[in-house]
Antibody, heavy 115, light 108 residues
Framework: QVQLQESGPGLVRPSETLSLTCTVS????????WSWIRQPPGMRLEWIGY???????NYNPSLKSRVTISLDTSKNQFSLNLSSVTAADTALYYC?????????WGPGTLVTVSS | EIVLTQSPGTLSLSPGERATLSCRAS???????LTWYQQSPGQAPRLLIF???SRATGIPDRFRGSGSGTDFTLTISRLEPEDFVVYYC?????????FGQGTRLEIK
């Protein structure tokens, strides 16, 4: 059974880089597509982007200039980096298996951007 | 980008009743690339329906998705107590992928 778990700092300072990792168990990161989605408080879900088993990525144009998603096959993990964060980036961040639709989600991790 | 509008925002029904949830797109969703998720409090979303009408693995047949173009519907035929949570639609017919704002199903 595939399981995903997000990890990373719960507090990030404005203008810094938000970095999260998703650890995958029950499946190899070298198969499937893997995504990041976020949900700001009281707002709808927002797709951030995805990466495939070859390392090819596709990002939301609204975030593309600040986002990097990468794979670490040695640890069976994939990561999200979001640069130059502001309070608007405060959200519950989810990692998921899938690209166009998400078959399995992690429990999510709350990231707050504040000084 | 395609904007998805779900209605109603909150739906009050009783167990055993039928629920009809709507998702309307600002432009046509190509190839019916429309998905429905269910989210319980404090939990991650769970995939219910993809391709507008295909049930995901393990989803009971009381959940049915339908629609095409700009109008899509999730029907839950006989509400169980665990069904009273939040439902989201999502389109993947054009980039960027976008989500609806959600419909909350509450016990009347």
């Amino acid at each position: 059974q595939v399981q995903l778990q997000e990890s990373g700092p719960g507090l990030v300072r404005p203008s810094e880089t938000l970095s999260l990792t998703c650890t995958v168990s029950g499946a190899s990161i070298n198969t499937y597509y893997w995504s990041w989605i976020r949900q700001p408080p009281g707002m709808r879900l927002e797709w951030i982007g995805y990466i495939n088993y070859s390392g090819n990525t596709n990002y939301n144009p609204s975030l593309k200039s600040r986002v990097t998603i990468s794979l670490d096959t040695s640890k069976n993990q994939f990561s999200l980096n979001l640069s130059s964060v502001t309070a608007a980036d405060t959200a519950l961040y989810y990692c998921a298996r899938g690209s166009f639709y998400m078959l399995m989600w992690g429990p999510g991790t709350l990231v707050t951007v504040s000084s | 980008e395609i904007v998805l509008t779900q209605s109603p925002g909150t739906l009050s029904l009783s167990p055993g009743e039928r629920a009809t949830l709507s998702c309307r797109a600002s432009q046509s969703v190509s190839s019916s690339y429309l998905t429905w998720y269910q989210q319980s409090p404090g939990q991650a979303p769970r995939l219910l329906i993809f391709g507008a009408s295909s049930r995901a693995t393990g989803i009971p047949d009381r959940f049915r998705g339908s629609g095409s173009g700009t109008d899509f519907t999730l029907t839950i035929s006989r509400l169980e107590p665990e069904d009273f949570v939040v439902y989201y639609c999502q389109q993947y017919g054009s980039s960027p992928i976008t989500f609806g704002q959600g419909t909350r199903l509450e016990i009347k």
